[in-house]
């Protein structure tokens, strides 16, 4: 159990480096957009910015998570499809009130959620093939639900809890930072948190400590999914309309939005600051390049080029010592990470053999 809290400490102080450094280079993108085009840094398009970025922000909270175990969950565009469609034909074809079918639709994400972490956690297929799978399930699903007709003519009330103002403030950017502030106490301050970083970190020692690896699995995505539904419902109060495929954009920038923010795709590490960085790095890029007359379709080219250069500087920075972040051991006791797993994984696998980890469930 030391040896975990040792390994969750150590991540710690390095995602607090980390977050500063994504947050200099934010800062250095809305300064460049600012001086190409002045009106970037005005307080209606800031405003723009941060609502553009709502949803990539919310579904990539949820894939921190599912990133930070070592996972992935390439379904979380078809599951913010799915939610708002359910939702939206709910209420519109069916008379469910609105409030009601926002519950709907956020049970609609968790109850996904619960299926790709069943079948990560318990059938034990690999994240990519699972969740590639239930991607094109739940998209199906969303064409089912009304013969893959839009729905318009959503009621106002529902519009109005995620497309309005709070004092001046977009109702979505509350959500936003709610969820954020929640996921970031739920990864930090709780043993929950504790037990996602361990089985990222070696999940073969996180069970070993007593941590139930197939739980938190299930639960990482349940809250992937449910955050996914929530992001489907932000599109549609704000278009007013559900479509089919309105969650499709959010399938690989949710995934970006984690990774410029410093998550691995290893697993392990990963940040709430850093993924609402880099969501809001994202924003900045599709809103800036629109002011500067961008054909939209570079904007793919950019984002996938932003994505390339910070994993590439994440990797440089682990392997070039000077650029190390987080503690450095005492000269002599370092232990290469690959000698350490392979040693526990040794007793591991004796464990395992007696002791399923279902049973020790």
């Known amino acids: 159990m030391n040896d975990m809290t040792s390994k969750v400490a150590a991540w710690r102080s390095r995602i607090n480096a980390q977050t500063f450094t994504i947050a200099i280079a934010a800062l250095v993108i809305y300064l460049g957009f600012g001086v190409l085009n002045p009106r970037f840094l005005g307080l209606d398009n800031l405003r723009d910015v941060a609502i553009s970025a709502c949803v990539n922000a919310l579904i990539g909270l949820g894939m921190t998570f599912v990133i930070i175990t070592g996972g992935i969950d390439l379904s979380v565009g078809s599951i913010a499809s799915l939610s708002g469609m359910v939702s939206a ?16 639709g956020l049970a609609v994400g968790a109850l996904c959620g619960l299926v790709n972490g069943v079948l990560v956690a318990l059938v034990r297929l690999p994240p990519f093939i699972a969740t590639l799978g239930t991607m094109s399930v739940f998209q199906g699903l969303a064409y089912v639900v009304t013969d893959g007709l839009p729905v318009y003519n959503i009621p106002k009330p529902f519009v109005m809890i995620l497309n309005s103002r709070v004092m001046g403030v977009p109702t979505s950017v509350v959500a936003v930072v709610i969820c954020a502030v929640l996921c970031w106490f739920l990864l930090r301050r709780t043993v929950f948190g ?12 996180a069970w070993l400590s007593g941590v139930n690896v197939a739980r ?10 449910t955050l996914s539904g929530l992001g489907g419902m932000v599109v549609v109060a704000r278009i007013s309309a559900a479509q089919s495929e309105a969650g499709a954009p959010y399938q690989m920038t949710a995934i970006a939005s984690s990774v410029i923010g410093g998550a691995n795709l290893m697993g392990g590490e990963g940040s709430i600051g850093g993924t609402i960085i880099g969501a809001l790095i994202l924003g900045a890029l599709t809103n800036g390049l629109v002011l500067l007359s961008v054909p939209s379709f570079y904007e793919q080219i950019v984002t996938g080029l932003v994505v390339v250069i910070a994993v590439t500087f994440d990797q440089v920075g682990k392997n070039w010592p000077a650029l190390r972040r987080g503690t450095k051991r005492p000269e002599g006791t370092e232990t290469p990470r690959g000698e350490d797993q392979q040693a526990q994984s040794g007793s591991g696998r004796m464990e395992k053999a007696t002791t399923p980890e279902t049973e020790h469930a």
Request: proline content about 3%; charged content about 10%; cysteine-free.
């Open 89 to 104: 034909a709910l209420m519109v074809n069916q008379g469910v009130n609105p409030y009601l079918g926002f519950l709907i």
């Open 216 to 225: 938190v699995k299930i639960w990482v995505y349940v809250l992937a999914g």
């Open 194 to 205: 504790q037990n996602v970083i361990a089985t990222g970190g070696s999940e073969e020692t």
